[in-house]
């Protein structure tokens, strides 16, 4: 029987020649200069078999088995997890308390600047509508023999409602006694207004919530007359921070000794103005 042959065409043009025989050969196509060999199916199935073979000792060979165990193994334990939830948590408790603390002073400082600024405006605009400041009706001081302020709820609610109250952004006035009358301002904070020879401002930044303790969460601020504005703030302005005139005789060390005492509570909010409303890391209360 004559042979037949078949001509393979490989990569760069090389031929490959391969004879064809009752048993199916196959050919494959390699790299560039490589030699090719063509096997049979028979030779092919010898193959595999040995590759199962080979394949089979390798997985059950006792290396083989430890490796791959100890690939599945990489984890952390229990313990391990335990223990490094405790740091984390020790961490935490070390450092969430001044984060906490450095929150507040943040939140408090940007609604003091708020409130400060918002009452210059709207001593502003009052003036604008009611004339200057020095011509208006400030509520009269009314004391006994001893000399002690008498309250005068009538006059300053007065004052509050006709010069400031249409200026401000407020959710609501009340008056829980003659000697408390609230405004609660768009923020949630409040003003008790206070009589005396100019009229209190109270400003407390988280409203009716606690501490509600001077230097903490409530502030002095007042509105006096030309009368009164050199004693308690300068000569040069009627709105400003309580006795705002002492800052001018004392350092700052000298109104931080100050704010540490607890019957020198406006020392407090002078000292913050001194700060520029900022609460530096020696301010003396804890908010």
Not at 235 to 245: P, R
Request: proline content about 3%.
């Amino acid at each position: 029987m004559k042979k037949k042959y078949v001509t393979f065409t490989l990569a760069e043009g090389a031929t490959h020649v391969a004879q064809q025989h009752n048993s199916r050969k196959i050919a494959f196509t390699l790299a560039n200069g490589a030699t090719q060999r063509i096997c049979t199916r028979t030779e092919r199935s010898e193959f595999v078999q040995v590759s199962k073979t080979t394949l089979l000792r390798t997985v059950h060979n006792p290396r083989y088995v430890a490796r791959q165990h100890n690939k599945r193994r990489v984890a952390f334990t229990l313990a391990e997890v335990l223990i490094t939830l405790g740091i984390i948590g020790v961490v935490a408790a070390m450092t969430l308390p001044a984060l906490i603390q450095h929150y507040k002073k943040q939140e408090a400082s940007a609604k003091l600047k708020k409130f400060y600024s918002m009452m210059s405006q709207a001593i502003l605009m009052s003036e604008a509508h009611n004339g200057p400041i020095s011509d208006w009706n400030h509520p009269e001081r009314l004391a006994d023999k001893n000399n002690t302020i008498i309250e005068n709820p009538e006059d300053r609610r007065e004052f509050f409602n006709k010069y400031l109250k249409p200026y401000l952004k407020t959710v609501k006035s009340e008056s829980t006694d003659e000697k408390d009358d609230t405004v609660i301002l768009s923020d949630g904070s409040m003003i008790h207004l206070e009589s005396g020879y100019c009229t209190g401002l109270l400003y407390d930044i988280n409203g009716d919530k606690k501490p509600n303790v001077h230097g903490r969460d409530r502030f002095s601020f007042v509105i006096c007359s030309d009368s009164f504005k050199k004693t308690y703030i300068d000569a040069n302005h009627n709105f400003g921070v309580f006795y705002q005139s002492y800052a001018s005789t004392k350092s700052r060390d000298e109104l931080v000794n100050e704010c540490k005492k607890e019957g020198n509570s406006n020392s407090c909010t002078v000292l913050l103005m001194y700060d520029n409303w900022e609460f530096k890391d020696d301010y003396p209360r804890k908010l």
